[in-house]
């Protein structure tokens, strides 16, 4: 499988998040996407560098006001006092319910609030430059199956699917996968769908894609009930206006069964495959396996073959994007499993 992957993810390397209270060490780190691409590489899987400007599919899934915001970010947060390079910055208020969210303060870490969903998604000095360029890789995937290639791989970070139209979360800034799944309607395809095997659910995509009927959104996910992002992904979300009836969530316990999740697997495959997808775009989480060390699914190395077994049935052009998944080491194998199924 032709793998596109992300020369500057490195630069997004942010040293802690915070976990109930108390400073973490990042869970989303850069060995994450190194382990993959060397067993992709290992493999003897093609890596390629992006070859297309992911620009004008940027601007169709987010706003001017957010990218200007992130564009800009790091070299703000500096002029405040240079000495910000050693530090992360940290949201002081979000505009929640009564308050105001059409103004812009120029307070930096009141604005950052505005463009938050949450305390999770440090910026760092790469941030931008990482994010912006997984868009010109998750663009360059969607062409290579435009051109023929039966699927691409993106291996890219930060991840994508918590990010929305003018919001980060969940160490998410620009949403990947939504890039992918719009360029690919920029190209030839006119019912694309996006499949989030995430352990989380995808936010972002599909309030991305909520009120449209080109564009499907399912996602199998830990009930938010109890797992983040919990303020979204439940199953009576089924999509609004023309996108009435094109939003699935397959919300199971944290703690199902590995049956449990492969029959939420196949209702979705069902679903798009009855839909009439065109081409599929996998936002592709590998935090369900059973080693995660903030997630509690249960699959296994083995599983994920299944998974892309499963995928490759549904016989549409494919682009995979790399999501979550924390357990850094055995992440390459998972995802070349996946892979391998895909291709067997
Ligand atoms: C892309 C993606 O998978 N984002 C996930 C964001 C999850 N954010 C909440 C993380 C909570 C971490 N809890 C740590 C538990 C350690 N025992
Ligand atoms: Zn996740």
């Keep these: 499988m032709i793998a596109y992957w992300n020369p500057l993810h490195a630069g997004h390397a942010p040293a802690h998040e915070i976990f109930r209270g108390d400073k973490v060490a990042c869970f989303e780190t850069p060995a994450r996407a190194d382990f993959v691409l060397s067993a992709l590489q290992g493999a003897g899987h093609e890596l390629r560098e992006p070859d297309q400007d992911g620009a004008s599919a940027l601007a169709q899934i987010h706003g001017d006001r957010y990218l200007d915001f992130l564009r800009t970010a790091w070299s703000q947060w500096l002029s405040l006092d240079p000495q910000n390079e050693q530090r992360q910055p940290f949201p002081s208020v979000w505009p929640v319910r009564s308050l105001r969210s059409d103004i812009?303060?120029?307070?930096?870490?009141?604005?950052?609030?505005?463009?938050?969903?949450?305390?999770?998604?440090?910026?760092?000095?790469?941030?931008?430059?990482?994010?912006?360029?997984g868009v010109d890789v998750a663009a360059s995937a969607a062409h290579a199956v435009a051109q023929g290639a039966r699927a691409a791989f993106c291996v890219s970070r930060p991840p994508g699917h918590h990010?929305?139209?003018?919001?980060?979360?969940?160490?998410?800034?620009?949403?990947?996968?939504?890039?992918?799944?719009?360029?690919?309607?920029?190209?030839?395809?006119?019912?694309?769908?996006?499949?989030?095997?995430?352990?989380?659910h995808g936010n972002g995509t599909q309030s991305i894609f909520y009120e449209r009927s080109d564009v499907f959104f399912a996602s199998i996910h830990g009930?938010?009930?109890?797992?983040?992002?919990?303020?979204?992904?439940?199953?009576?979300?089924?999509?609004?206006?023309?996108?009435?009836?094109?939003?699935?969530?397959?919300?199971?316990?944290?703690?199902?069964?590995?049956?449990?999740?492969?029959?939420?697997?196949?209702?979705?495959?069902?679903?798009?495959?009855?839909?009439?997808?065109?081409?599929?775009?996998?936002?592709?989480?590998?935090?369900?396996?059973?080693?995660?060390?903030?997630?509690?699914?249960?699959?296994?190395?083995?599983?994920?073959?299944?998974?892309?077994?499963?995928?490759?049935?549904?016989?549409?052009?494919?682009?995979?994007?790399?999501?979550?998944?924390?357990?850094?080491?055995?992440?390459?194998?998972?995802?070349?499993?996946?892979?391998?199924?895909?291709e067997a």
């Design 104 to 133: 812009e303060p120029v307070n930096f870490v009141a604005r950052l609030g505005l463009y938050s969903m949450d305390n999770g998604s440090p910026l760092a000095h790469g941030t931008w430059a990482a994010a912006r360029e």
């Design 163 to 200: 990010a929305g139209r003018d919001f980060m979360g969940g160490y998410c800034f620009l949403n990947n996968a939504a890039i992918a799944a719009q360029t690919l309607r920029n190209l030839e395809f006119e019912r694309v769908a996006v499949l989030d095997v995430d352990y989380h």
């Design 223 to 342: 009930d938010p009930l109890t797992e983040y992002p919990f303020y979204l992904g439940y199953a009576d979300e089924t999509g609004e206006g023309e996108g009435a009836g094109c939003n699935l969530n397959l919300p199971l316990p944290a703690g199902s069964s590995v049956a449990a999740w492969f029959e939420a697997l196949e209702i979705a495959c069902k679903r798009l495959g009855k839909w009439g997808a065109t081409a599929l775009v996998v936002s592709l989480g590998l935090d369900t396996f059973e080693g995660d060390p903030i997630s509690h699914f249960a699959l296994t190395a083995g599983d994920f073959v299944r998974l892309g077994e499963r995928l490759a049935r549904l016989g549409l052009p494919t682009v995979f994007v790399l999501e979550g998944g924390y357990a850094a080491a055995e992440l390459g194998h998972n995802a070349l499993c996946v892979v391998n199924g895909f």
